[in-house]
């Protein structure tokens, strides 16, 4: 992992925090040996130490998948290079409340924020990021769609170095999952852009229960790509298999 910043170093999320103000004062609750705190909204990796500045995975999660479970989906994602967060309401606010609430609490890494949504989670967290691209390492959408009727490319010089990348199906299993059609427009429009927009596409899940957020193929590609982009190793465009 990389080494962290140092605390007299620029901070770029101050300048994007600015007008919320952080309301989780005080120590968070104590974290068991899996890392996950008593009300399973908060994530710590195994072995944390408070001197190392983490990269930060905010999850926001899919307004109707109410069996996301933040501590096991770290557990197959990595159990040792994150701290996480699980946001359940997909507005800005309340996204930057977590990362307020984390900063304030524990070692981030100001400059390795990543939004990772599912459904429209992640339809919200290519919106949050493209909107304060200075803000964020990257976002992860995974089975919902980029909001393209929304001119989120307004910054376009800083939505250019700011890396994307979609996770879904080649069939859509939920109503928020991106149509052909839609990935289409996309890679189109950040082609155009000159955008690091990466795609993932993988086979429609064997239970229609299943979401592709618990598939530990996805996750480990989420792991890698952030890895990479960490380590600033370029992102390709690129099909995996479940």
């Known amino acids: 992992m990389e080494q962290g910043l140092s605390r007299q170093e620029e901070r770029p999320l101050e300048a994007a925090r600015s007008g919320f103000s952080a309301r989780y004062p005080g120590a968070g609750p104590a974290a068991g040996n899996d890392g996950v705190n008593r009300r399973g909204d908060v994530f710590l990796p195994l072995g944390y130490e408070p001197g190392y500045d983490y990269p930060l995975l905010v999850w926001l999660a899919d307004s109707g998948d109410h069996r996301f479970d933040l501590g096991r989906t770290m557990a197959r994602l990595s159990l040792r290079n994150y701290l996480a967060v699980r946001v359940d309401d997909a507005k800005p606010e309340a996204c930057w409340d977590a990362i307020d609430r984390m900063v304030d609490r524990y070692s981030v890494h100001s400059r390795r924020v990543y939004l990772v949504g599912t459904g429209t989670g992640g339809t919200a ?32 010089a800083q939505v250019r ?82």
Request: proline share 8%; hydrophobic share 50%.
């Open 125 to 156: 967290a290519f919106r949050i990021a493209c909107r304060q691209p200075a803000a964020f390492a990257g976002a992860v959408s995974i089975a919902g769609r980029f909001p393209l009727d929304e001119g989120l490319l307004s910054s376009l």
């Open 161 to 242: 170095q700011l890396p994307l990348l979609l996770c879904c199906t080649a069939k859509p299993a939920a109503v928020s999952a991106p149509a052909p059609a839609d990935v289409d427009r996309t890679l189109r429009l950040f082609h155009a852009a000159g955008g690091q927009f990466g795609l993932r596409i993988y086979p429609a899940a064997r239970s229609a229960g299943r979401s592709l957020a618990r598939s530990r193929a996805v996750l480990r590609d989420i792991d890698h790509w952030v890895m990479d982009a960490v380590s600033r190793s370029p992102v390709p465009l690129t099909t995996a298999a479940v």
